[in-house]
C-alpha cells in the first residue's frame, strides 16, 4: 500500500510537517503538505509544501533559492502528521533568519527577543521585507 493511503490528511486535504535541519540539530518551519507536495517532495528530494495563503503547491526555497535537500521522511505514530530531515541551503525564514523559530519569549517580561543573527537581507531577496 502507497505510503500516503496511510496518512490522515485533514478535512482540507492537508497533513502538517515539521521540517528540521540535520546539521544544525533545529526545527526550521512547521508547513502543510498535500497529497502533491508530499508525492514532490519524495520524486525530486527537494521539500514542496502547499501554501495556504496562495492556495497552491511550491517549491520551498523557490524564489529565494534557498532549498531544502531532504535527508529522510518520517510519520507520527497516529500518521497524522510528517517530520521531514533536509540539509538547508542558506536560510529557511522568510525574514532572513536560518530558522523560523528566531524568537523567543523573555520570561522575565514576556516580550519577544531576537535571539538569532539575521543571515540575509529580506528586501534584497524578495524585494520587500517580509
Known amino acids: 500500500m502507497p505510503v500516503q493511503e496511510l496518512l490522515k490528511f485533514d478535512e482540507n486535504g492537508l497533513i502538517p510537517a515539521v521540517v528540521f535541519d540535520v546539521d544544525r ?27 495556504r495563503s496562495k492556495n497552491r503547491v511550491m517549491l520551498k526555497g523557490e524564489t529565494s533559492n534557498h532549498t531544502q535537500e531532504v535527508r529522510e521522511v518520517f510519520v507520527d ?16 525564514c522568510h525574514a532572513g ?7 523567543r519569549i523573555d520570561p522575565d517580561s514576556g516580550a519577544l527577543v531576537v535571539a538569532e543573527e539575521r543571515i540575509f537581507d529580506p528586501k534584497a531577496v524578495y524585494g520587500s521585507e517580509k
Request: with cysteine; charged share 20%; net charge positive.
Open 25 to 51: 540539530r533545529l526545527p526550521l518551519v512547521l508547513c502543510y503538505m498535500n497529497r502533491e507536495a508530499l508525492q514532490k517532495t519524495l520524486e525530486t528530494g527537494l521539500v514542496h509544501v502547499f501554501r
Open 77 to 92: 505514530c497516529e500518521g497524522n502528521s510528517l517530520l521531514v530531515k533536509v540539509r538547508q541551503n542558506v536560510a529557511c
Open 97 to 103: 533568519y536560518f530558522t523560523c523559530y528566531y524568537r
